[in-house]
T-cell receptor
């Protein structure tokens, strides 16, 4: 079992839909939870991160962390075709003093007009 | 430049040849990572450099893989005697501050194809 599990999709939604992307994890030492967006043939770019449990909102994006369930989510409101990309969750925690991010496989999102 | 720069962007090599991939991190970033991304797979951690500390090489898949970071800046990932299973996109990232490394900035990657 991988430390971080993420459904690869693809997830296809119509423009304007609310999108829910999720990851589960097994390592209880993870403290920081990140979401990256990766367009085709580009490097990942950080969308947002949260520390420990709770919610964080940034524009149309909301990240949720439930450490008790080892489950994190990213919600995208009013999705746009430009949101079509692969979304990777990542998480890190103290391990020998370093916080090397562990990534999920990524979920491919397609928002069609 | 302002971002992480990787070169070459694409590399096709014959099986058995050695290759070198280069990463120029963002100036002032003390942490540097190499990841590998195979088709349909997530990012696989390879190696991590933090300042002058000994690198964390725990992700290197075999002794054919090595990396160095000179002067705390530029890094080179070397793959010796390449195999077809080495074909992947190799991504470099840098970050600061080092304590949590939550905001890693990635380069565009080097797409390696071993034929």
């Amino acid at each position: 079992q991988k430390e971080v599990e993420q459904d690869p999709g693809p997830l296809s939604v119509p423009e304007g839909a609310i999108v829910s992307l999720n990851c589960t994890y097994s390592n209880s030492a993870f403290q920081y939870f990140m979401w990256y967006r990766q367009y085709s043939r580009k490097g990942p770019e950080l969308l947002m991160y949260t520390y420990s449990s709770g919610n964080k909102e940034d524009g149309r994006f909301t990240a949720q962390v439930d450490k008790s369930s080892k489950y994190i989510s990213l919600f995208i409101r009013d999705s746009q075709p430009s949101d079509s990309a692969t979304y990777l969750c990542a998480m890190s925690g103290a391990s020998g003093g370093s916080y090397i991010p562990t990534f999920g496989r990524g979920t491919s999102l397609i928002v069609h007009p | 430049g302002a971002g992480v720069s990787q070169s070459p962007s694409n590399k096709v090599t014959e099986k058995g040849k050695d290759v070198e991939l280069r990463c120029d991190p963002i100036s002032g970033h003390t942490a540097l990572y190499w990841y590998r991304q195979s088709l349909g797979q997530g990012l696989e951690f390879l190696i991590y450099f933090q300042g002058n500390s000994a690198p964390d090489k725990s992700g290197l898949p075999s002794d054919r893989f090595s990396a160095e970071r000179t002067g705390g800046s530029v890094s080179t990932l070397t793959i010796q005697r390449t195999q077809q299973e080495d074909s992947a996109v190799y991504l470099c990232a840098s970050s600061y501050p080092p304590q949590t490394n939550t905001e890693a900035f990635f380069g565009q990657g080097t797409r390696l194809t071993v034929v």
